[in-house]
């Protein structure tokens, strides 16, 4: 089982600037992806960024140029800049080993979420 562990989040003004960190922890395999995910307004998760042990990265595209992922080993960081009313979000860390679209029977391991809100 893998364990995630978030930090960051909070407030801020259309703008300004946020850093989301995750760190994972237990039976973590050679080959896998960390990123984050925010809730959206569908069923199912929508990708804001993750990057593989490989360094391969995906951006969501209403992030691309915004925001920079980028990991340390097993800890993920999110950089936000230039945040959008249109981000407040609930974010959630992911871990997965498996390259893999969002489903009911997805595979990856999600963190608690935190709170993102963006104003004006």
């Known amino acids: 089982q893998v364990q995630l562990v978030e930090s960051g989040g909070g407030s801020t003004q259309a703008g300004g600037s946020l850093r989301l960190s995750c760190t994972a922890s237990?039976?973590?395999?050679?080959?896998?992806?960390l990123g984050w995910y925010r809730q959206g307004s569908g069923k199912y998760r929508e990708l804001v960024a993750d990057?593989?042990?490989?360094?391969r990265k995906n951006y969501g595209d209403s992030v691309k140029g915004r925001f920079t992922i980028s990991r340390d080993k097993n800890t993920v960081i999110l950089q936000m800049n230039n945040l959008q009313p249109e981000d407040t979000d609930v974010y959630f860390c992911?871990?997965?080993?498996?390259?893999?679209?969002?489903?009911?029977?997805?595979?990856?391991?999600w963190g608690q979420g935190t709170q993102v809100t963006v104003s004006s």
């Open positions: 990057v593989s042990t490989g360094g």
């Open positions: 992911s871990y997965n080993y498996l390259r893999e679209p969002v489903t009911d029977a997805w595979h990856g391991t």
């Open positions: 237990g039976s973590i395999l050679s080959f896998n992806m």
